[in-house]
C-alpha cells in the first residue's frame, strides 16, 4: 500500500501517489463513522446487528492504525511538519477507539485530495494502473459486503426454523469464511434470503482472489520504473520538463537537423552529376 507522500512544501496537501489506497481509506474511514453512529443512537435493529457492528469495529480501527503507520513512515524526513501541520495527530487519535468524531477530519481530507486533483486525473490513473487499482477497489467493496451480508443474514435467519447464525459474531464469522470461500460448514443460511446472500458473497470472495493474484503477478513481474512520477494537482506547472529532459530534447533536434543537412547535401552532389 503507497500512501501519499509528504513534501517540505505540500505538508497539507500531499502529493496523491495512489488513489486506490486513498478511495480504501475514505471507505473504512466512512464505514467506522457511521457503526459508530448506529451503535451510540439509539435504534432498535431488532436482530444483534449491534453485535455484528461491534466485532466490524476493531478490524476498521486496526487498518486506520496501520494507514496512520504507512503515512508517518513515508513522511520521513519531514514527520514533524505531517504532525504538526500535515494532520498527523487528527490521523493518530482519529485511529485511537473510542475517538470516531475525530475521523470525520480524515474523510473530509480524503474527499479533497479527490477534488483537488480532478475526476479525470483519477480515471487516467485507474486506467493507467489497473492491477494495483482493481485490488483497492474489490477490497473498499469486500469491507462493504461483509458488513452489509452480515446484517442482510441476520434480518433473513434469525428467529427462523432451523437456523444457527443469529448472533452477529455468528454472521461475522460466517461472513469471512464464506468470503475466504473455506466453508467450514459450521454455520450456514437456511433461508432462500440468507442463501442468495451467500452467494454474492462467495462470489466477491473469488473476485478478490482472482485481482490479488492478477496485482500480485504485476508487482513480480512487472515492477513500476524506479522514476514514475506520482499524479500532481490540477493546474500545476509540474509537467514542464526538467533541465536534463530540455538538453536531451535539444541535442536530439541538433542531430536531426545535421542528419537533414547531410542528406540535402547529397541530393545536391547527385544533381550535380546528373546535370553533367
Do not use: C, K
Not at 478490524?59 to 486506520?64: A, G, P, R
Not at 495527530?89 to 475521523?103: A, I, K, N, T, V
Not at 458473497?201 to 514514475?228: C, N
Amino acid at each position: 500500500m503507497t500512501p501519499p507522500a509528504l513534501t517540505a512544501d505540500q505538508t497539507s496537501s500531499p502529493v496523491l501517489r495512489s488513489p486506490g489506497y486513498e478511495l480504501f481509506i475514505i471507505v473504512t474511514t466512512a464505514m467506522s463513522i457511521v457503526n459508530w453512529v448506529f451503535l451510540v443512537l439509539p435504534f432498535d435493529f431488532g436482530t444483534d446487528i449491534d453485535g455484528l457492528l461491534i466485532f466490524m469495529d476493531p478490524l476498521l480501527t486496526l487498518i486506520l492504525l496501520i494507514d496512520f503507520g504507512v503515512r508517518f513512515r513515508h513522511a520521513r524526513p519531514h514527520r514533524r511538519q505531517y504532525m504538526r501541520h500535515g494532520g498527523g495527530w487528527f490521523d493518530l487519535l482519529g485511529s485511537l477507539p473510542y475517538l470516531h468524531m475525530l475521523r470525520l477530519f480524515r474523510l473530509w481530507r480524503g474527499t479533497q485530495a479527490f477534488r483537488e486533483y480532478g475526476t479525470r486525473n483519477m480515471v487516467r490513473w485507474f486506467v493507467a494502473n489497473r492491477a494495483n487499482g482493481a485490488l483497492f477497489l474489490v477490497l473498499s467493496v469486500l469491507l462493504i459486503v461483509l458488513e452489509f451480508g452480515g446484517i442482510l443474514v441476520l434480518h433473513f435467519e434469525v428467529g427462523q426454523p432451523g437456523a444457527n447464525i443469529e448472533t452477529g459474531g455468528q454472521a461475522l464469522w460466517w461472513g469471512v469464511v464464506t468470503i475466504a470461500t473455506v466453508g467450514y460448514g459450521d454455520y450456514y443460511p437456511v433461508t432462500g434470503g440468507g442463501r442468495i446472500t451467500a452467494t454474492v458473497m462467495i462470489f466477491a470472495g473469488l473476485a478478490l482472489v482472482g485481482v490479488f493474484t492478477a496485482w500480485a503477478a504485476s508487482v513480480f513481474m512487472a515492477p513500476a520504473p524506479a522514476d514514475a512520477q506520482p499524479l500532481v494537482p490540477l493546474g500545476s506547472d509540474s509537467s514542464a520538463p526538467d533541465a536534463g529532459d530540455q538538453h536531451a530534447a535539444e541535442q536530439m533536434v541538433a542531430d536531426l537537423r545535421a542528419h537533414i543537412d547531410h542528406l540535402e547535401a547529397m541530393l545536391r552532389r547527385q544533381r550535380g552529376a546528373s546535370d553533367s
